[in-house]
């Protein structure tokens, strides 16, 4: 089994940037891919990025050019950078990790972007 915490969530102004931290338990070498979610008060949880363990990186369109998704085997952590922040990114962050036998989540983190 395998704990995934987040950090790094806090309130930041329009324009403003936060760096998020996914932090596993385990060795993160093993998953096939990991990502960030998020999930804003009445809505559905919505993919923001994902790593693939080969490299590949995916983002949700209204996040490119503004997010870059990272991952550090060493560390065992997966990172969010987040820059241009607008309100509408406002949400709870969940980091997810996926293999071939478990899928993984987080407790979440909130972000909320307001002047």
């Known amino acids: 089994q395998v704990q995934l915490v987040e950090s790094g969530g806090d309130l930041v102004q329009p324009g403003g940037s936060l760096r998020l931290s996914c932090a596993a338990s385990?060795?993160?070498?093993?998953?096939?891919?990991m990502g960030w979610y998020r999930q804003a008060p009445g809505k559905q949880r919505e993919l923001v990025a994902r790593?693939?363990?080969?490299?590949?990186?995916k983002y949700d369109d209204t996040v490119k050019g503004r997010f870059t998704i990272s991952r550090d085997n060493a560390k065992n952590t997966v990172y969010l950078q987040m820059s241009s922040l607008k309100t509408e990114d406002t949400a709870v962050y969940y980091c997810?990790?996926?293999?071939?036998?478990?899928?993984?989540w987080g407790q979440g983190t909130q972000v909320t972007v307001s002047s």
């Open positions: 997810n990790a996926v293999s071939t036998l478990h899928n993984y």
């Open positions: 385990g060795s993160i070498s093993s998953f096939v891919y």
């Open positions: 790593i693939l363990n080969s490299g590949t990186i």
